[in-house]
């Protein structure tokens, strides 16, 4: 899934369709894209999902968003939680960006949290403080100290 506007842009629009993705409307409910990410699902394809819908400019987790709750509940399938740390301050090197770290959680489901299943932000939360659990504190932003 990535913002409709990168779709816009005609080459890295041309480059998005090519690997597979799919436009999602920001700041709103875009019933077409989760039904797109479901049908992605079911087809047996990795789905990568930015529950925070953008690049956080302080480098810290921002609330994510009750799509990813919306998603993983109803499709059933594992989550893989990934924590990118150092895109603000990456540099170009010689072929290829350097200084970004990601680091892989155990995968889990939704089924797993011990959330009220019926509220779609604290499923999201819980999500997200699997993916905090794997930055270090002082970049867990709204999910520090959980």
Do not use: C
Not at 56 to 65: N, P
Not at 114 to 134: E, F, G, P, S
Not at 137 to 143: K, S, T
């Amino acid at each position: 899934m990535g913002k409709r506007e990168l779709f816009e842009t005609p080459v890295i629009g041309f480059l998005l369709r090519a690997i597979g993705a799919f436009p999602v409307r920001r700041g709103e409910a875009d019933r077409g894209a989760l039904r797109m990410a479901l049908n992605v699902i079911a087809a047996g394809q990795p789905l990568g999902f930015f529950a925070e819908g953008h690049r956080s400019e302080s480098g810290q987790l921002i609330r994510g968003h009750p799509g990813v709750a919306y998603v993983a509940q109803r499709s059933g399938a594992p989550l893989i939680p990934l924590a990118v740390m150092g895109t603000k301050g990456a540099r170009l090197g010689a072929f290829w960006r350097r200084d970004i770290l990601i680091r892989v959680g155990e995968p889990f489901r939704a089924a797993d949290l011990v959330v009220k299943a019926d509220d779609a932000q604290a499923v999201t939360d819980a999500i997200m403080r699997r993916v905090a659990a794997l930055m270090p504190e002082e970049q867990r932003g709204v999910y520090r100290g959980e």
